[in-house]
Nanobody
Framework: QVQLVESGGGLVQSGGSLRLSCVAN????????IAWFRQAPDKEREGISC????????HYADSVKGRFTISRDNAKNTVYLQMEGLRSEDTAVYYC??????????????????????WGQGTQVTVSS
């Protein structure tokens, strides 16, 4: 059973930073890629970043490229999303999601990529302008 728990969301001013954490149960990071998705009210769900369990490659949506950084600490079973230069349009609920080892690219290019079946409960990020 894959379990994912996000934390680190909150209220931040425009231009500020936050770091989200996603803690997985044991061995998940060895077998699953981990993606971050976000869902804002009245907007389509968006995959914004992914780190592959296959080769450690990282992938980003254009909307966050250059501002967000995904990383992982296998010893802590944790994936991080460092968010810099936050904007009001980054306001959303952020979810970490486990998916297939070799399909990270799909997570940031498709709204509903196949195989991304295990979701955390989400953490709210609110950016005030």
């Amino acid at each position: 059973q894959v379990q994912l728990v996000e934390s680190g969301g909150g209220l931040v001013q425009s231009g500020g930073s936050l770091r989200l954490s996603c803690v997985a149960n044991s061995n998940v990071l060895e077998h699953y890629s981990i993606a971050w998705f976000r869902q804002a009210p009245d907007k389509e769900r968006e995959g914004i970043s992914c780190i592959s369990s296959h080769d450690g490659s990282t992938h980003y949506a254009d909307s966050v490229k250059g501002r967000f950084t995904i990383s992982r600490d296998n010893a802590k079973n944790t994936v991080y999303l460092q968010m810099e230069g936050l904007r009001s349009e980054d306001t959303a609920v952020y979810y970490c999601v486990a998916g297939p080892p070799r399909r990270c690219h799909f997570a940031v290019t498709m709204p509903g990529p196949p195989g991304y079946d295990y979701w955390g409960q989400g953490t709210q990020v609110t950016v005030s302008s």
